[in-house]
């Protein structure tokens, strides 16, 4: 028995050390939106006036550190951009704010920006392309692949 196809993922809760430095990053840097807040431990964020599709609290991790490599937990938050265009958008904010890229791939099926936010926590910034347009294997099945992005290419594709 599988899951319902209609199921998806709603939000993201990240423990964060500052909760002005991550609202800073988050909204400042990404452009989320503000919802609402739970005194000074708590924010709740999200793009389109949403409830909130990214959470961020102190509640455990007041002035605490990333977790050690080598250590499980989250990989990382991926961030689904609805086309290139607004992707490039999203790269051209992080240029402009001096966030450095960890990677950039091309995967067939999406292209995909990687980064920190300010907690360490690995941040995906990506859009899917066309279903049409996915690579596939001779059997039929989703070829992905993981092959670098040209991120200039993608850049001069922002506003």
Same mark, same amino acid.
């Given at each position: 028995?599988?899951? !319902?196809?209609?199921?998806?993922?709603?939000? +993201?809760?990240?423990? /964060?050390? *500052?909760?002005?430095?991550? +609202? @800073?990053?988050?909204?400042? /840097?990404?452009?989320?939106?503000?919802?609402?807040?739970?005194?000074?431990?708590? $924010?709740?964020? #999200?793009?389109?006036g949403?409830?909130?599709?990214?959470?961020?609290?102190?509640?455990? #991790?007041?002035?605490?550190?990333? &977790? &050690?490599?080598?250590?499980?937990?989250?990989?990382? /938050?991926?961030?689904?951009?609805? *086309?290139r265009?607004?992707?490039?958008? $999203? =790269?051209?904010?992080l +240029? *402009?704010?001096?966030?450095? =890229?960890?990677?950039?791939? @091309?995967?067939?099926?999406?292209?995909?920006?990687?980064?920190? !936010? &300010? @907690? $360490?926590?690995?941040?995906?910034?990506?859009?899917?392309?066309?279903?049409?347009?996915? &690579?596939?294997?001779? !059997?039929?099945? /989703?070829?992905?692949?993981? $092959?670098?992005?040209?991120?200039?290419?993608? =850049?001069?594709?922002? *506003?």
């Amino acid at each position: 028995m599988s899951i !319902d196809p209609r199921v998806d993922i709603g939000h +993201v809760h990240l423990k /964060v050390a *500052d909760l002005e430095r991550a +609202v @800073d990053f988050y909204c400042g /840097v990404l452009g989320f939106e503000e919802q609402a807040r739970y005194g000074t431990q708590a $924010a709740f964020l #999200s793009a389109g006036g949403y409830h909130h599709h990214i959470g961020l609290n102190t509640w455990e #991790s007041q002035g605490g550190t990333p &977790p &050690p490599a080598g250590h499980t937990g989250l990989y990382h /938050v991926a961030i689904r951009y609805p *086309d290139r265009a607004t992707l490039a958008n $999203a =790269l051209r904010r992080l +240029v *402009d704010a001096g966030v450095q =890229l960890d990677g950039a791939s @091309d995967h067939g099926v999406s292209e995909a920006l990687y980064l920190r !936010d &300010p @907690d $360490a926590n690995g941040v995906e910034l990506y859009r899917d392309r066309p279903k049409e347009e996915w &690579p596939r294997n001779e !059997d039929g099945s /989703v070829g992905m692949f993981t $092959a670098p992005l040209d991120v200039r290419a993608l =850049l001069a594709e922002a *506003d």
